[in-house]
């Protein structure tokens, strides 16, 4: 993992703490309290199924764009190689 997706992970996991502490701490009925905790918790989770959603899709693209170019390189070597033999022979 980068970390650039362990700072974002970490500014989640921070604002999950302070949401849930804050919540805690405002004068609501408790049942208020569990909805809203709930549909937060919730909207966390969206958010971070979209975030790790977000990352395959990257890693899928970046996967494919090295096998383009390692297809590309083999190629290359192997014109290389053909070239050289013909030239040897």
Do not use: C, W, Y
């Amino acid at each position: 993992m980068t970390s650039g997706a362990k700072t974002i992970l970490g500014l989640l996991a921070v604002g999950a703490a302070g949401v849930a502490v804050g919540m805690l701490l405002a004068p609501e009925k408790g049942t208020d309290m569990r909805k809203t905790i709930k549909d937060t918790i919730g909207d966390l989770s969206d958010k971070l199924t979209d975030f790790i959603d977000d990352g395959k899709e990257k890693l899928a693209n970046a996967s494919d764009e090295i096998r383009t170019h390692a297809n590309g390189i083999k190629k290359e070597v192997k014109a290389g190689v053909d070239h050289t033999k013909q030239a040897l022979s």
